[in-house]
């Protein structure tokens, strides 16, 4: 199985400042048509998780653009430019390129 | 805009049959997606148990494959997970969830909590 370890595990972050979360793999995302099948995930109290990135960069449909995803193989990295108070939660990032899929341990974001 | 419920017994003794069903409403069970059940505790947080597609090919973890089933019934727009053989080690929470092949798990049903106890 593929193993996903996210990095830092609690993100203690002032709004209107920028968070950034790390995830990697124990083998390389990429898929032989050029895809890396790696996503990001948002879990806020409460509620299930909801899909944010998809495809490493590519931003889910009403997903705000504060949002970014990027890296490659086995490093990725989830951005928030300037994090706001709704954005607390467990960040999880998962593979599909094989299965099973796996999730990252969780990254929680709180508010200083 | 598609939703899913799963339901079943809260409840589960050891060594017995666990039993959920999910609905889907709003969108065909038919499409190019995979259904998936997926369950979540403190302690390993999220875990893929499966996925099926509406023709009936199923993927399961690796770790469960031995105790799962997953089944779909397309005409009650339903799909299905059986875990067999539970332990407490299977207490959780369970979700049904819809992915599309490359835009993420993009609809998750409320999870149930399922607890496995004498």
């Known amino acids: 199985d593929i193993v996903m370890t996210q990095s830092p595990l609690s993100l203690p972050v002032t709004p209107g400042e920028p968070a950034s979360i790390s995830c990697r793999s124990s083998q390389s995302l990429l898929h032989s048509n050029g895809n890396n099948y790696l996503e990001w995930y948002l879990q806020k109290p409460g509620q299930s998780p909801q899909v944010l990135i998809y495809l490493v960069s590519n931003r889910a449909s009403g997903v705000p653009d504060r949002f970014s995803g990027s890296g490659s193989g086995t490093d990725f990295t989830l951005k928030i430019s300037r994090v706001e108070a709704e954005d607390v939660g467990v960040y999880y990032c998962m593979q599909s390129l094989q299965t099973p899929l796996t999730f990252g341990q969780g990254t929680r974001l709180e508010i200083k | 805009q598609v939703q899913l419920q799963a339901s079943g017994p809260g409840l589960v003794k050891p060594s017995e049959t666990l039993s959920l069903t999910c609905d889907v409403s709003?969108?065909?069970?038919?499409?190019?997606?995979?259904w998936a059940w997926i369950r979540q505790t403190p302690v390993k947080g999220l875990e893929w148990i499966g996925s099926i597609v509406h023709d009936g090919r199923t993927y399961y973890s690796r770790s469960l494959k031995s105790r799962v089933t997953i089944s779909v019934d397309t005409s009650m727009k339903q799909f299905s997970l059986k875990l067999s053989s539970v332990t407490a080690a299977d207490t959780a929470v369970y979700s049904c969830?819809?992915?599309?092949?490359?835009?993420?798990?993009?609809?998750w049903g409320p999870g149930i909590l399922v607890t496995v106890s004498s």
């Open positions: 969830a819809r992915r599309g092949p490359t835009t993420g798990i993009g609809s």
């Open positions: 709003g969108d065909s069970i038919s499409g190019n997606y995979y």
